[in-house]
């Protein structure tokens, strides 16, 4: 990678961090550059994105990588998406859309939110509001 390539990541991920009020430590500039860095969205597990920072110079314990994860989410910088009540993923794109399971292969995918008609939500219970719903249509292949 080229050194102007280099500042470019640099910059978009420090950008990425401070939207969300975080300070840029070595460890959460690490993983957000294999979040962000490129300008692509991504679903990631804590797994995953832990076995991705074993290649990289900036070495995180998976505990690191977790409450990472976390630090984002609350800043606002990504959401969770759980599958089956216990897996989850971390998605970097952050406006509403569903979600694709892939049971075969267990990858979440974005699905097309055009596609997607909600006519009507149940009123939410007195002294609350809907804060988000998640959408995730499981597939199987044939």
Known sequence: MNVDVQEQVRL???D??????????RQRMALATLLVGDGEHRHVTAESL??????GTEK????TVYNTLRAF??????????V?????YFDTRMDDHPHFYWEDTAVLT????EELKIAHLPTAPDGT???RVDVVIRLRRR
């Open 12 to 14: 978009r991920v420090a």
């Open 16 to 25: 990425w961090l401070a939207r969300g009020g975080l300070r840029p430590t």
């Open 50 to 55: 832990y076995a991705l920072s074993a290649n």
């Open 60 to 63: 995180v314990s998976l505990a």
């Open 73 to 82: 989410c609350e800043a606002g910088l990504m959401q969770e998406v759980v």
């Open 84 to 88: 089956d009540g216990a897996k989850s």
């Open 110 to 113: 974005d699905a097309p939110a």
């Open 129 to 131: 509001e809907i804060a």
